[in-house]
């Protein structure tokens, strides 16, 4: 079926690069997702790009696909402390016979001082 | 404008309890989700709404599991009886619709349940 992997941690100092990464399997994705969870809170949506786009930045971030390795990748340029949090790679298509979104298990990025 | 509102926070029942939890989606999206969140783990679908009605519920446990929509807005899910592994967070999301343009979806802060 559809599977979603990330790495479980990451830490950078404040003020690097943080780059996320994520892999999926189904080559059909049509959107592909990044989430970011703080504690006791819902996914908030930070950005997404289509499967017919290689990159899209949106101020610090900067998301990266390679369609061909079925590999996604978030950049958080200069990154601070609020940036701490959980982060979800999801894709979206149709899959199954249904329209569906499916997450990965996160990144906890920590950030030391 | 107001997010998703789910209630209650948090709920410790013990096991073969029942339990429910409400969610009011943001104002005109049409599209209702329902996600199961394991500790560690990303959010899984339970099921899906289009207005009212259930167009995915495959990963719904429908044993125990119940959820209902009635007027295409707010809904409810219910766990009838609770067991030890029902523990986790359940996430209510919405969207506009799951069209093209509208897909984005929108979450609110989770129940988080414990069942002991």
């Known amino acids: 079926g559809e599977d979603v992997e990330q790495s479980l941690f990451l830490s950078v100092r404040e003020g690097d690069s943080s780059v996320i990464n994520c892999t999926y399997t189904d080559s059909s994705s049509t959107y592909l997702y990044w989430y970011k969870q703080e504690p006791g809170a819902g996914l908030q949506l930070l950005t997404y790009i289509f499967s017919n786009m290689d990159m899209k930045q949106d101020q610090r971030l900067t998301v990266l696909l390679n369609k061909k390795d079925k590999h996604l990748s978030l950049r958080i340029a200069d990154t601070q402390t609020g940036d701490s949090a959980i982060y979800f790679c999801a894709v979206g298509g149709y899959y199954s016979s249904a329209s569906k979104i499916i997450f990965g298990s996160g990144t906890r990025l920590s950030i030391r001082p | 404008e107001a997010g998703v509102v789910q209630s209650p926070r948090y709920k410790i029942i013990e096991k073969k309890q029942p339990v429910a939890f409400w969610c009011n989606p943001i104002s005109g999206h049409n599209t209702l989700y329902w996600y199961r969140q394991n500790l560690g783990q990303g959010p899984e679908l339970l099921i899906r709404y289009e207005n009212e009605e259930a167009v995915d519920d495959s990963q719904l446990p429908k044993d125990r599991f119940s959820a209902e929509r009635l007027k295409g807005v707010d809904s409810t899910l219910k766990i009838q009886p609770a067991e030890l592994g029902d523990s986790a967070v359940y996430l209510c999301?919405?969207?506009?619709?799951?069209?093209?343009?509208?897909?984005?979806?929108?979450f609110g802060p989770g129940t988080r349940l414990t069942v002991t």
């Open positions: 999301a919405s969207s506009l619709d799951m069209g093209a343009k509208n897909h984005e979806q929108y």
